[in-house]
């Protein structure tokens, strides 16, 4: 569901979509665009009031970020929404879960600082195409079916990503929905060595990203995880922690510069514009400045 805000936006992407233009380029395929030092903005930016909003999204596409993780859940009438935690408290004017409202009722909602409710999913996938890619995360299971409906709809296999965690029934039943979405899964905890040699095993050509908890980035794994034509990511805060920017503008406040050291592909960020800045940095060959 659209809301009426974004129609005439969406319905003008889509026009942009499916326009063929004469002597237009073949457009380059998800694991194509996510391959090199890749920026992905936590929620947009973490520290911001509006994150997880299209407004954020939008910001962390001007600072260079190649990616947006988002996180989506399900309303009660089978909306998928953009929304972290389980409870509309303190984020939202509502309290209660989520699960709990309908599409129509979580608009009225209005979050912090704003005037409308949670994003849909499907503005944002409709917002996304030929902009940033969207990382996510599934965070209750039964989005998964509205959310795959979703991709397969609007055609958005090359623009998304979705999240499955180390939930390995999860990833079994996103690779059952659709075996052309794109996946990325989190080996972790005491059998994260032996779910990761399965993922692996299986040669599930969509399963594009390995997420990298720190007990898993090793040399050892990250060859592993590339002979197998794989991606890895991690979140940079693993690395170092990422103050907020606002406290000190002129701070460099990502911890990227050290997930691209390590060889990991993409480093998720709550602080785009500083983790963009230090990867244009080392591609030019220079060491990150503060």
Not at 213 to 224: D, F, G, I, K
Request: charged share 25%; net charge neutral.
């Amino acid at each position: 569901m659209i809301r009426p805000r974004l129609l005439a936006g969406t319905l003008l992407g889509v026009a942009l979509w499916y326009t063929p233009c004469a002597g237009a380029q073949v457009e380059s395929s998800l694991a194509e665009r996510l391959r090199g030092m890749r920026v992905a903005a936590h929620r947009g930016g973490y520290w911001h009031p509006d994150s997880n909003t299209l407004s954020r999204f939008d910001t962390a596409r001007r600072q260079g970020a190649d990616i947006v993780e988002t996180d989506i859940r399900l309303s009660r009438d089978g909306i998928p929404i953009v929304f972290h935690d389980d409870d509309l408290r303190p984020q939202t004017s509502c309290a209660g879960p989520v699960g709990a409202r309908t599409m129509n009722e979580l608009d009225a909602c209005h979050l912090t600082g704003s005037t409308h409710g949670p994003e849909t999913f499907e503005s944002v996938l409709a917002w996304s195409h030929g902009r940033i890619v969207i990382d996510a995360e599934l965070k209750e299971p039964e989005v998964a079916g509205p959310a795959v409906e979703l991709v397969r709809r609007l055609g958005a296999y090359e623009w998304v990503y979705f999240q499955t965690g180390n939930n390995v029934a999860l990833y079994r039943a996103v690779r059952s929905l659709d075996p052309r979405v794109a996946i990325e899964a989190t080996p972790r905890g005491r059998h994260a060595d032996t779910q990761l040699a399965d993922l692996l095993a299986a040669r599930d050509a969509r399963l594009l990203i390995i997420q990298l908890h720190p007990e898993l980035a090793t040399p050892r794994n990250l060859m592993l995880i590339r002979q197998s034509g794989k991606l890895s990511s991690m979140d940079a805060w693993r690395f170092g922690t990422e103050y907020a920017r606002p406290f000190w503008p002129f701070s460099r406040t990502a911890a990227c510069a050290a997930v691209f050291a390590a060889g990991i592909d993409i480093a998720i960020s709550n602080d785009p514009l500083s983790c963009a800045e230090q990867r244009d940095e080392l591609a030019l060959g220079a060491p990150p400045g503060r």
